[in-house]
C-alpha cells in the first residue's frame, strides 16, 4: 500500500467517526437538545472533513462541505436564526456530506445535479446573510472566482519543525494555493545548513509565493489554516492590479481556531489508533494464558499448602493478575453502544416521515461499553425492532390525541450493564400487542393448539415465531422479508435472549440480553459418554432429573417429557453424536430443558453436569470445517478441547434423525470411538 | 512435481537456498511408517511431531477424522492416515505419533506409527505410481522412492483431505456415509 492510500484509508475511517459524530450533534439541535458546544463540534467534524479532502483533492467534497461549513460559522455567529427550516437544511446537507463522502471513498461519481436542492438551499440561506453583514468568510474559489477582482498577494510561508512531524506536507499546501490562481514559487534556502550538521527532520526551508488570484484572501488562509500554528506566514496584498495599500496581516489565529485546536491536541494524546488484528490476537493470548493459569490452579490445588506456602500464594496472586488482564483487555475492544445508538434517531426521522407519524427518540446509557463483536451485529436488529416500535407500535398522531396521548410518539432506548451482561430496552408508548388478535392469528397459523390458553407473556411472545409475520403484518416498511423472527434468530446467534411485555393501549417493551463478548461465553460443561460438551448458559432455562412416568413416547416423533402439563421433545444427544458408552434412559441421566429456535424448548438428554464455566471461544472452522450442531470449540482446564453446542441446529439435526431411519446415527459410532 | 501450492511457495525460497547449500537439486522428505510401510512427506509442510494424545471426538465426521487436539491454544483436527489409506483405524498407543503440517492457511495433524528418517530425494529418482488398473483411491500419491532395499510412497498433502480442493464426497473412500448425511 503506497504512504497516500493509507492516508486516505485512516482519513476515511476518521471521516466515518466525524460524520457521525455530526449527525449526533445535527440531531440534537433539531431536538432542541442541543447549545453552543454541540454547534461548534458540528462544525469542527465538518471543518475536519474539509481539511483531509483539500490535501487529497476531493474537490467536490471541499465545495460542498465548505459550504455547509460557512452556514454553521454563520450560525455560530447568530447572523442566522437557528429555525425549523435552517434546521432542516443542515440535516439534509448532513445526508448529502455522507454521500459525498462515501463517493469520493470510492471512487464513485456523483451526477452533476447531486444535493443540488441542498446545495441551492445553503446558498439562499447564506445569501441572505451576507447581504446584511458582510461574511468574513470569502466563499471557497470555485463559486466565487469573478473575474476582473484578481489581486496579487505576497505569502511567506516559513514552516517549523513541528508542522513536519505533524505530518503535514509543504508540497501539498503548495499545490492547494496553485489551484487559487497563477502561482510564482521561490524557494528561501539561505537557512539551509552544510550537509554534515544538518538534522534531517526539521524544517530549514522557507518559501516566498507570490499569487495573482480573484480568490480573496480568507481563501489564501484557509490553505494554511491546519498549520498556522506552526509555521510563520505572513500574506499581503501587494501591486499591481490594487489601489489599496498592502494591508500585511499577521498569521494571528482566527478567532475559532482558538477553540478547537487545544481540543484536538488534547485528544490526540489521549488516544492511539490500533490495528483490530494486533488487538485479537492480543485476547487470543490473554485467553491463553487465562487457560494456562486455570490448569495450574487445578494443579495446585493437589499440593500439600504447608510445604509450599508462597507457590500456592503465587499462583493465587496469579489467578488474579489473569483475570484483571482479561478484563482490561476485553475494555479496549470494547466501544459504547453510542456508534450503533447514534443511527437509530435518523431512522426514527425517516420512517415516521414517510408513515406519517410523528415520533422521537429517547436514548439513555449510550456509554454503555460492549466488545466490538457484538456492537457489529447489533446494527441489524436494533434498526429492526426501532422500526417494528414505529410502524406497528407508535400510532397516527389524530389516533393518539384520540386516546389521550401525546401526538408525539416516544420510542425510548435504553442500554445498560446487569451482572456481566448488557441490556438493551426498546419501549414505545404506542398501541401496545393485541392480544386477542395474536391469539386470532396464532391459531389459525396452528401456532397455538386448539383448545389450549396461553398466558399473557406467552402470547406476547407469539410474535417471535417465524411463521408469525404474515401478509397482515407485514407494510412495506418493517415487513421488507424481515419478521421479529430474525431478530430473535440475530440476537439468539449473539448469544442473547429477547423477551417482550406489552400493555394493550399504552406500549410494548423489548428487552434484549447480551453477552458483553462473543470471545468469551459462560458454559454449562456437561458429559456424555466419555466425551464433554460446553452448553451455552443463556441457551439453558432449567435442567432435571425426571421420573420414568413422565416419558412418553409419541409413535413416529420421538420421546417427550411431561414438565409441569406441557410436552417437550427430547433430544439425546448420545443419538445425534453418535456417543457409545452414554447413559441412554433420560431418568438416569440428566435432561437440560433448552430454548432452541422455531421449535421453542427442547429436553436435551445427557449423562451429567459437570459446572458452570466461563469459556473462551475458538474457531472450529479455521483447521477442520463447519460441523452441525457445533458452534466452536473451547480448551478446559486439563488442556483439552472441549466442543460447544449450537442449541439451535442441533435440534433441527434431531429433528432429522427422528423422521430418520434411527441407525443412520449409529453409522460412524464403532469407527469413530475406538 | 506435485506439492500444494501453498507449500511450493512457501517452501520455495528455502528451497533454493537449500539447493546453493546441497549443490544438487534434492528435496527432503521426513519418512514415517504406517504398518510394515514407509511414506514420505515434504519436510517443508511439517511443523512439529508429537506423540499421541488423547482427541476429542468430532460428531458425525468421517472416520479417519480422529477429533481434535489443542496445539498450544489452536484447535487442530487429527487425521488417522492408516484409515485414510483405507487400511481401518490404528489402535493407538503412547508410541503412536502425530505429524503436525500446514496445507495452505490450515493446520493439521497426521496419526502415523512411528517416524524414521530424513531423507534427500532428487526429482529423478522419485518415480511414478504405476497404473495398476484398478478404481484407485490414490490421488494423494506423489510417487515413489527406491532406497536402498526400501521403497518410500511419498504422499502429497493436497489429496488427502477433502474440505482443501475437490467437492466433498469423493474424498470420503471410506463410505461410511457421513458426508451423505451432512448433504442431508
Not at chain 1, 406 to 416: D, P
Amino acid at each position: 500500500m503506497n504512504p497516500l492510500a493509507q492516508f486516505r484509508q485512516t482519513y476515511f475511517e476518521e471521516c466515518a467517526g466525524l460524520l457521525e459524530e455530526m449527525q449526533a450533534g445535527l440531531e440534537a439541535l433539531a431536538d432542541g437538545a442541543g447549545d453552543d458546544e454541540t454547534l461548534h463540534a458540528v462544525f469542527r467534524c465538518v471543518h475536519s472533513i474539509k481539511g483531509g479532502a483539500g490535501v487529497f483533492g476531493f474537490d467536490a467534497l471541499v465545495a460542498f462541505s465548505h459550504l455547509f461549513e460557512s452556514l454553521l460559522d454563520q450560525l455560530r455567529d447568530h447572523r442566522v436564526p437557528p429555525n425549523r427550516d435552517v434546521l432542516q437544511v443542515l440535516l439534509h446537507a448532513g445526508d448529502a456530506l455522507a454521500d459525498i463522502v462515501a463517493a469520493a471513498r470510492d471512487d464513485a461519481t456523483l451526477p452533476e445535479d447531486f444535493a443540488a436542492d441542498v446545495t441551492q438551499s445553503l446558498r439562499a440561506l447564506l445569501e441572505g446573510t451576507s447581504a446584511a453583514t458582510p461574511a468574513p468568510h470569502t466563499p471557497h474559489p470555485t463559486e466565487a472566482s469573478q473575474p476582473g477582482e484578481r489581486h496579487r498577494y505576497r505569502i511567506v510561508f516559513t514552516p517549523r519543525t513541528e508542522l513536519l512531524e505533524r505530518a503535514n506536507e509543504p508540497l501539498l499546501l503548495i499545490r492547494q494555493l496553485q489551484r487559487l490562481g497563477d502561482l510564482a514559487v521561490a524557494a528561501d534556502t539561505s537557512r539551509l545548513p552544510r550537509l554534515d550538521v544538518m538534522e534531517p527532520e526539521a524544517a530549514y526551508l522557507k518559501w516566498i509565493f507570490t499569487l495573482d488570484t480573484g480568490a480573496a484572501e480568507g481563501s489564501i488562509r484557509d490553505v494554511f489554516e491546519f498549520v498556522e500554528d506552526d509555521c510563520d506566514l505572513t500574506i499581503e496584498r501587494v501591486a499591481p492590479a490594487s489601489t489599496d495599500a498592502a494591508v500585511a496581516v499577521e498569521a494571528a489565529p482566527p478567532p475559532k481556531g482558538t477553540g478547537e485546536a487545544p481540543i484536538a491536541h488534547t485528544v490526540l494524546a489521549q488516544s492511539i489508533r490500533v490495528d483490530v488484528e494486533k488487538l485479537d490476537r492480543l485476547v487470543n493470548l490473554v485467553g491463553e494464558m487465562v487457560i494456562t493459569q486455570a490448569m495450574l490452579t487445578e494443579e495446585s490445588q493437589t499440593l500439600p499448602t504447608d510445604r509450599y506456602p508462597s507457590l500456592i500464594k503465587g499462583i493465587e496472586a496469579l489467578a488474579q493478575n489473569a483475570r484483571e488482564l482479561q478484563d482490561s483487555v476485553m475494555a479496549i475492544r470494547a466501544q459504547p453502544v453510542k456508534s450503533v445508538f447514534a443511527r437509530m434517531p435518523r431512522v426514527v426521522r425517516d420512517l415516521a416521515a414517510s408513515l406519517g407519524k410523528e415520533a422521537r427518540i429517547v436514548m439513555t446509557g449510550e456509554t454503555t461499553e460492549i466488545d466490538k463483536t457484538v456492537i457489529e451485529q447489533l446494527n441489524d436488529p436494533l434498526t429492526h425492532m426501532i422500526r417494528n416500535a414505529l410502524d406497528h407500535g407508535i400510532e397516527p398522531p389524530e389516533e393518539r390525541v384520540k386516546a389521550g396521548k401525546l401526538r408525539v410518539g416516544t420510542i425510548h432506548l435504553a442500554a445498560a450493564q446487569r451482572s456481566g451482561r448488557i441490556i438493551i430496552e426498546v419501549s414505545d408508548d404506542g398501541r401496545g400487542i393485541d392480544r386477542d388478535k395474536v391469539l386470532a392469528k396464532a391459531r389459525e397459523r396452528g401456532l397455538v393448539a386448539p383448545g389450549t390458553q396461553p398466558g399473557d407473556d406467552e402470547i406476547d411472545n407469539l410474535i417471535f415465531l417465524p411463521a408469525f409475520s404474515t401478509a397482515e403484518t407485514i407494510s412495506n416498511i418493517s415487513g421488507r422479508g424481515v419478521g421479529m423472527d430474525v431478530v430473535k434468530r440475530n440476537v439468539q446467534s449473539l448469544g442473547g435472549r429477547i423477551d417482550v411485555t406489552s400493555k394493550f393501549g399504552s406500549g410494548s417493551r423489548f428487552v434484549m440480553s447480551l453477552p458483553l463478548t462473543l470471545a468469551v461465553l459462560d458454559g454449562m460443561v456437561v458429559s456424555v459418554g466419555r466425551q464433554t460438551y460446553i452448553v451455552p448458559l443463556t441457551a439453558i432455562i432449567e435442567s432435571l432429573r425426571p421420573k420414568a412416568a413422565d416419558i412418553h413416547r409419541v409413535v413416529g416423533r420421538g420421546d417427550v417429557l411431561a414438565l409441569r402439563g406441557e410436552y417437550v421433545p427430547l433430544t439425546y444427544l448420545h443419538r445425534c453424536f453418535a456417543i457409545d458408552q452414554a447413559i441412554t434412559d433420560p431418568c438416569r441421566g440428566i435432561v437440560t430443558i433448552v430454548q432452541s429456535e422455531g421449535a421453542g424448548r427442547v429436553g436435551l438428554v445427557i449423562d451429567q453436569l459437570l459446572g458452570q464455566q466461563q469459556v473462551v471461544v475458538k474457531s472450529l472452522e479455521a483447521n477442520y470445517e463447519r460441523v452441525e450442531g457445533i458452534s466452536g470449540a473451547t480448551i478446559l482446564g486439563n488442556g483439552r478441547v472441549a466442543l460447544i453446542l449450537d442449541v439451535a441446529r442441533l435440534n433441527e439435526s434431531a429433528n432429522g434423525s427422528r423422521s430418520a431411519p434411527a441407525n443412520e446415527w449409529f453409522d460412524a459410532d464403532a469407527l469413530v470411538t475406538a | 512435481m506435485q506439492l500444494t501450492k501453498d507449500a511450493a511457495a512457501a517452501a520455495s525460497a528455502q528451497d533454493d537456498l537449500r539447493r546453493q547449500m546441497d549443490g544438487g537439486d534434492t528435496q527432503q522428505f521426513i519418512t514415517f511408517r504406517i504398518g510394515d510401510e514407509e511414506y514420505g512427506i515434504d519436510i517443508m509442510v511439517v511443523r512439529e511431531i508429537k506423540g499421541w494424545a488423547e482427541t476429542t471426538m468430532i460428531p458425525n465426521a468421517p472416520s479417519h477424522v480422529r477429533g481434535v487436539i489443542n496445539l498450544r491454544g489452536v484447535v487442530v483436527p487429527i487425521f488417522d492416515l492408516r484409515a485414510r489409506f483405507g487400511m481401518g483405524l490404528t489402535e493407538t498407543t503412547r508410541m503412536h505419533v502425530v505429524i503436525i503440517v500446514a496445507t495452505g492457511k490450515r493446520i493439521v495433524g497426521l496419526l502415523v506409527d512411528a517416524v524414521s528418517d530424513i531423507i534427500s530425494v532428487s526429482p529423478s529418482a522419485i518415480r511414478p505410481v504405476p497404473e495398476m488398473g484398478l478404481p484407485a483411491n490414490d490421488h494423494f500419491l506423489e510417487g515413489l522412492v527406491a532406497l536402498d532395499d526400501r521403497m518410500v510412497t511419498l504422499v502429497a498433502l493436497s489429496g488427502l483431505f477433502g474440505q482443501q480442493a475437490a467437492p466433498a464426497g469423493g474424498h470420503a473412500p471410506d463410505g461410511d456415509g457421513s458426508d451423505a448425511q451432512k448433504a442431508a
